[in-house]
């Protein structure tokens, strides 16, 4: 009977594990890739140019790679009004996707790698849970 108390713990042990483990930054890119398909490309393509005057670029983006919060808290609850981007004015509306923190946080270190953006910094779906919607209200 201890056998298989032990047994079970284990495998409980192992399976929470699996189930709570971090991605490493590769991972996160891999899985913001899929997701930027998904919800992303319709508008700021595939290219991560935009649409200009509709839709701002990703591509070389000052304002992405300038004001992480503010760019991850436009994806986490939407975006409305004017926002300047490599010096072009953009006065849309960004619909909030329905994205959880760890796939905010995916598409992020996705469109932060992508297209000859660069940056060491690795979003974490926990940075993601404290970026306040005040941000973008």
Do not use: C, M
């Given at each position: 009977m201890k056998i298989l108390v032990l047994t079970y713990l284990l495998s409980l042990g192992i399976f929470f594990n699996y189930l709570f483990q971090n991605k490493t930054k590769k991972e996160s890119i891999k899985a913001?890739?899929?997701i930027y398909q998904d919800f992303c490309v319709q508008c700021h393509?595939?290219?991560?140019?935009?649409?200009?005057?509709?839709?701002?670029?990703?591509?070389?983006?000052?304002?992405?790679?300038?004001?992480?919060?503010?760019?991850?808290?436009g994806i986490k609850y939407g975006l409305k009004g004017k926002i300047i981007v490599n010096n072009e004015e953009y006065d849309g509306l960004m619909i909030?996707?329905?994205?959880d923190n760890e796939e905010v946080a995916d598409v992020m270190n996705?469109?932060?790698?992508?297209?000859?953006?660069?940056?060491?910094?690795?979003?974490?779906?926990?940075q993601v849970s404290k970026i306040p919607k005040s941000l973008v209200e």
């Open positions: 913001g890739s899929e393509l595939s290219t991560g140019i935009g649409v200009f005057g509709l839709f701002p670029p990703l591509k070389a983006s000052d304002y992405l790679l300038e004001n992480t919060n503010l760019s991850i808290a909030r996707q329905g994205l996705y469109i932060l790698n992508e297209w000859g953006n660069e940056t060491t910094d690795f979003i974490t779906p926990n």
